[in-house]
């Protein structure tokens, strides 16, 4: 029999995001324009708060919040090690020190009973990662910063994964001071590349119009967007900061209004996937499965993040490997960035953070996306089983 081949996470889109594209290549109006505007409006009221700003990036949106607030050079950030580097890299961007905390035991999210004792008078802000889509608890790290009589620290949600998932039964997007969204094309609602900010206070920290300075500074710090720049007579403008460059484009926006259009229907496909997987790998005395829902609080089903009791690094990657073999893609959410070459160079030891290391090595992530069909689920689990069934038979001998 030949294989199926099952990629990692392709998009899903359809033909009315290629329609909704041609219409804005068809308008004269490409970059930041009327489309960027509804997506804005629409996120916001998606994600239950009161603002958005679209950017080019979840990156360059954690960034814009950095530099906007102020936070750089002498500052401290306190993350995680647990996550993609551009959470951290973008405090080293600032000219910020990144503070990492272990995350809890047998968790992939940051261990908030240890936030306190990382917090020192440096300390600007708390960036915590939903890894997977699985919100922090949020109202918790609330309390960590109250009790020790800091609530001046900035709470910025690095929610790249977690659009759609729910929190205590409200949509994230509206709980810590800034929630930063990514629309890659690998991620649930995709933009093909792009990134959202949502926030309710749009005067944070004293700000005038928190909305509009975000907006100028995506700009290059330009007094006048594109669209106002363009109208005839109107060439004057500003420049009123060292802004970044990194505003979305009406072509990523018309995807966008189409993705949320059409984006509660993609998360039940994706729950579907992750039920498939749980009831086969379920039944395995060696496989420890995700956060879906505990309450009111629900995953957006991101990723599966599948660990495998007992297994070595090398094992997990022999199952890759295997896996590989058979035209099955699959993925590790993620090395540690005490691991990588840039943040040992800058004196981080990945023995400080036993925890980190212990998710990350043995776990595997499986396809999950919300064209995969729940045939294509089963086939990945049903195979994944005898691999790592496989290799424990192996070790045994």
Same mark, same amino acid.
């Given at each position: 029999?030949?294989?199926?081949?099952?990629?990692?996470?392709?998009? #899903?889109?359809?033909?009315?995001?290629?329609?909704?594209?041609?219409?804005?290549?068809?308008?004269?109006?490409? *970059?930041?324009?009327?489309?960027?505007?509804?997506?804005?409006? %629409? @996120?916001?009221?998606?994600?239950?708060?009161?603002?958005?700003?679209?950017?080019?990036?979840?990156?360059?949106?954690?960034?814009?919040?950095?530099?906007?607030?102020?936070?750089?050079?002498? $500052?401290?950030?306190?993350?995680?090690?647990?996550?993609?580097?551009?959470?951290?890299?973008?405090?080293?961007?600032?000219?910020?020190?990144?503070?990492?905390?272990?995350? =809890?035991?047998? &968790?992939?999210?940051? &261990?908030?009973?240890?936030?306190?004792?990382?917090? @020192?008078?440096?300390?600007?802000?708390?960036?915590?990662?939903?890894?997977?889509?699985?919100?922090? #608890?949020?109202?918790?790290?609330?309390?960590?910063?109250?009790?020790?009589?800091? !609530?001046?620290?900035?709470?910025?949600? &690095?929610?790249?994964?977690?659009?759609?998932?729910?929190?205590?039964?409200?949509?994230?997007?509206?709980?810590?001071?800034?929630?930063?969204?990514?629309?890659?094309?690998?991620? +649930?609602?995709?933009?093909?590349?792009?990134?959202?900010? *949502?926030? %309710?206070?749009?005067?944070?920290?004293?700000?005038?119009?928190?909305? =509009? !300075?975000?907006?100028?500074?995506?700009? %290059?710090?330009?007094?006048?967007?594109?669209?106002?720049?363009?109208?005839?007579?109107?060439?004057?403008?500003?420049?009123?900061? #060292?802004?970044?460059?990194?505003?979305?484009?009406?072509?990523?926006?018309?995807?966008?209004?189409?993705?949320?259009?059409?984006?509660?229907?993609?998360?039940?496909?994706?729950?579907?996937?992750?039920?498939?997987?749980?009831?086969?790998?379920?039944? =395995?005395?060696?496989?420890?499965?995700?956060?879906? =829902?505990?309450?009111?609080?629900?995953?957006?089903?991101?990723?599966?993040?599948?660990?495998?009791?007992?297994?070595?690094?090398?094992?997990?990657?022999?199952?890759?490997?295997?896996?590989?073999?058979? $035209?099955?893609? @699959?993925?590790?959410?993620?090395?540690?960035?005490?691991?990588? @070459?840039?943040?040992?160079?800058?004196?981080? %030891?990945?023995?400080?953070?036993? +925890?980190?290391?212990?998710?990350?090595?043995?776990?595997?992530?499986?396809?999950?996306?919300?064209?995969?069909?729940?045939? &294509?689920?089963?086939?990945?689990?049903?195979?994944?089983?005898?691999?790592? !069934?496989?290799?424990?038979?192996?070790?045994?001998?």
């Amino acid at each position: 029999m030949t294989n199926k081949k099952i990629p990692f996470s392709p998009p #899903d889109v359809t033909g009315a995001e290629i329609d909704a594209v041609i219409e804005v290549m068809k308008s004269g109006w490409l *970059t930041s324009g009327p489309r960027v505007a509804k997506f804005e409006e %629409n @996120t916001a009221k998606y994600c239950e708060t009161n603002h958005a700003v679209a950017v080019a990036s979840a990156t360059a949106g954690m960034e814009l919040v950095l530099k906007t607030l102020g936070i750089g050079e002498g $500052d401290e950030v306190i993350t995680t090690p647990y996550t993609y580097a551009s959470t951290a890299n973008v405090i080293l961007h600032r000219g910020a020190k990144p503070v990492f905390v272990d995350v =809890k035991k047998d &968790d992939f999210l940051i &261990d908030i009973e240890k936030l306190g004792e990382a917090i @020192t008078p440096r300390t600007k802000a708390i960036m915590t990662v939903d890894v997977a889509g699985v919100p922090v #608890d949020y109202d918790a790290v609330r309390e960590v910063i109250k009790t020790k009589g800091r !609530e001046d620290i900035v709470l910025i949600s &690095d929610s790249a994964h977690s659009i759609g998932a729910t929190y205590k039964g409200k949509k994230v997007g509206g709980q810590m001071d800034f929630h930063v969204f990514s629309y890659h094309a690998v991620k +649930n609602l995709t933009t093909a590349e792009g990134g959202g900010i *949502t926030y %309710n206070d749009n005067h944070f920290h004293n700000k005038e119009d928190l909305y =509009k !300075e975000l907006k100028y500074s995506s700009v %290059n710090g330009q007094s006048k967007d594109a669209l106002t720049k363009m109208q005839a007579g109107a060439w004057e403008y500003d420049i009123i900061t #060292d802004g970044l460059k990194c505003n979305m484009t009406d072509i990523s926006a018309a995807i966008g209004l189409v993705q949320l259009e059409r984006y509660e229907e993609m998360l039940e496909k994706r729950k579907a996937i992750v039920e498939t997987y749980n009831r086969i790998l379920g039944e =395995k005395e060696w496989a420890i499965l995700p956060f879906s =829902k505990e309450g009111d609080t629900e995953t957006s089903y991101h990723l599966y993040l599948l660990r495998i009791k007992n297994f070595r690094e090398e094992q997990r990657n022999l199952v890759i490997q295997m896996l590989a073999e058979m $035209d099955i893609a @699959t993925n590790v959410h993620y090395k540690p960035l005490p691991m990588f @070459t840039l943040y040992k160079s800058l004196g981080y %030891n990945m023995e400080d953070y036993p +925890n980190a290391y212990a998710q990350y090595a043995n776990e595997i992530t499986l396809p999950l996306y919300s064209i995969l069909t729940l045939e &294509d689920a089963e086939y990945v689990a049903n195979e994944l089983v005898k691999c790592v !069934e496989k290799v424990l038979a192996a070790k045994a001998q």
